[in-house]
């Protein structure tokens, strides 16, 4: 299971934190992973980890822009949101899947968050 917090409006220009935290068989050893969508569009890859962090994969769209990190102690990704802009407006979604690859298919994740909604405007 993963339970995602953060999200919210901010202006052009701002930054916010996703937060999702796993638990059960989404368990410390996934590779973790973030994604978005605007409505009647696929599913966005932006980025993701592996369970130790130290394999890290962005999308091309976020690249310098968003941050992915994870606390392996409380089970928890984090999505950094830097200098947000308009088009960044969608729902965002946490993912989970066994095993680490740098897939930006969103099929290949088994796990999903609930998703929460990120909208930048003046």
């Known amino acids: 299971q993963l339970v995602q917090s953060g999200g919210g409006l901010v202006q052009p220009g701002g930054s916010l934190t996703l937060s999702c935290t796993a638990s059960g068989r989404a368990s410390r050893s996934y590779a973790l992973a973030w994604f978005r969508q605007e409505s009647d569009e696929e599913r966005q890859f932006l980025a993701s980890i592996n369970w130790s962090g130290e394999r890290i994969h962005y999308g091309d769209s976020v690249k310098g822009r968003f941050v992915i990190s994870r606390e392996n102690t409380n089970n928890t990704v984090y999505l950094q949101l830097n200098n947000l802009k308009p088009e960044d407006t969608a729902t965002y979604y946490c993912?989970?899947?066994?095993?680490?690859?740098?897939?930006?298919?969103?099929?290949?994740?088994?796990?999903w968050g609930q998703g929460t909604q990120v909208t930048v405007s003046s």
């Open positions: 993912a989970a899947d066994r095993f680490y690859s740098e897939t930006t298919y969103f099929k290949d994740f088994t796990f």
